[in-house]
């Protein structure tokens, strides 16, 4: 585990983390993606565009991204005992397959609550994978029978 950091991305990685998940879409099955290079363009546009609501963190070995996470961030409707309310998302973690299997999921997920509890969100919910359930429950993540969701996609 020597020479690994996690830490915000920078501007410069941006192009890293796109093809980070460009591989996660790959490694999932997607098909017809287009053009990788114009997926890049686009994901490091919409990444500057939206860094006030999505904050990402990197996994580094080496001065190589190997590893990414997002907090989605969304402000709450205010109460009388706390004008200022948010929570979060985790999204989008993703780990090289050489890298994985090590704790190094783990320790980004830990990462992303560590900055969530620093920013003083009310929870954070994840929209998980099969395969990732057991790494958010090691990480204290728990189902909850309040969470609803209904899916709002066109067909």
Partial sequence: MDNISIRPARPAELSAVATLRWEW?????????GEREDFVRHFVTWAEENANSHRCLVLVRDDRVIGMAWLAVVQRVPTPR????ASGDLQCVYVVPEARDGGLGGRLIQAVLDGARELGLER????????????????????????????????
């Fill in 124 to 155: 954070v919910t994840v929209h998980s994978s099969p395969r990732a359930i057991p790494a958010y429950a090691r990480s204290g993540f728990q189902e909850s029978p309040r969470l609803l969701q209904a899916q709002v996609t066109r067909a």
């Fill in 25 to 33: 879409l790959v490694e999932n099955g997607l098909e017809d993606l």
């Fill in 82 to 85: 706390a004008p200022r309310r």
